[in-house]
């Protein structure tokens, strides 16, 4: 996803999420581990799925 998705899904002006990368830091760095989380639990879903997946074949 990228800076101008992020702002979009934010319902903000991509300028805003700059000026807040420059002028507010903390809050962008909360806002882009916000984004990294839902990143890694999306992953970890798949990764689960396909381990059981892996598990039932194994079972046959």
Known sequence: MTQRD???YLDLDPK???NWRKNKPNLYK???LGFA???V???SK???EELEK???ELEK
Do not use: S
């Open 30 to 32: 909360i806002i882009m």
């Open 46 to 48: 798949e990764n689960y």
């Open 54 to 56: 892996l598990a039932g």
């Open 16 to 18: 805003t999420l700059r």
């Open 37 to 39: 989380f839902e990143d």
């Open 6 to 8: 992020k702002a979009i």
């Open 41 to 43: 639990v999306k992953k």
